[in-house]
């Protein structure tokens, strides 16, 4: 079955004890994002990667990294979470920007 | 950059009433306009799509039109169902320089069908 996987689905932390956030996708694509969605923003891209160690910074990159160095893993790294990094995250993967996105199905992380 | 504006943020219909969608976008250079579904506990899914060089394109009760010359484009579901309450995203993708350009997502509109 063609998917995007992500763990946790759920992690509650603290402030600034490192994570990382899982992301694979089996359908060999190149483009792979991370966003954060938040009530009334919307979905907001944090980082993109174009094909494997190649990635750019998004919209809101500030406190998180990312790495690429299979094709089907993107992890979503936050060296040092703190509590405004509270919110739902969603991997998605594609064969371009301008192609359909397919979504993983979220971790909530929540920062104390 | 690009700028999506999605109307509107809730929108509660009664069912077998039509919903309408709105967004509009700044960067006339957007070519390709997505329509994701968000169900409870999941991942948006893409529902509908419509590329620059079309007007108009319909999937069963889904409709999607696009206005280039004012920068919008809608989205139309008729004969609404229960089912098809959820949150729905709008989006815009820019080609950019790159061959990947850059997506942007418009704020979300949560939908309501009441039986």
């Known amino acids: 079955e063609a998917q995007v996987t992500q763990n946790p689905r759920y992690l509650i932390t603290v402030t600034g004890k490192k994570l990382t956030v899982t992301c694979s996708q089996n359908m060999n694509h190149e483009y792979m994002s991370w966003y954060r969605q938040d009530p009334g923003l919307g979905l907001r891209q944090i980082y993109y990667?174009?094909?494997?160690?190649?990635?750019d910074k998004g919209d809101v990159p500030e406190g998180y990294k990312v790495s690429r160095k299979e094709k089907r893993n993107f992890p979503l790294i936050l060296e040092s979470p703190s509590p405004n990094q509270t919110s739902l995250y969603f991997c998605?993967?594609?064969f371009g920007g301008g192609n359909e996105q397919y979504f993983g199905p979220g971790t909530r992380l929540t920062v104390t | 950059g690009e700028n999506v504006e999605q109307h509107p943020s809730t929108l509660s219909v009664q069912e077998g009433d039509s919903a309408v969608i709105k967004c509009t976008y700044s960067?006339?250079?957007?070519?390709?306009f997505p329509w994701y579904k968000q169900e409870l506990g999941k991942g948006p899914q893409l529902i509908i799509d419509?590329?620059?060089?079309?007007g108009e394109k319909k999937d069963q009760r889904i409709a999607v039109t696009l206005n280039k010359t004012a920068k919008h484009f809608s989205l139309h579901i008729t004969e609404t169902q229960p089912e098809d309450s959820a949150v729905y995203f709008c989006?815009?993708?820019?080609?950019?320089?790159?061959?990947?350009?850059?997506?942007?997502f418009g704020q979300g509109t949560i939908l309501t069908v009441h039986p």
């Open positions: 990667s174009m094909n494997v160690e190649v990635t």
């Open positions: 989006a815009a993708y820019h080609p950019g320089g790159t061959s990947y350009g850059k997506l942007t």
């Open positions: 998605a993967s594609s």
């Open positions: 419509i590329r620059s060089n079309v």
């Open positions: 960067d006339s250079a957007s070519n390709y």
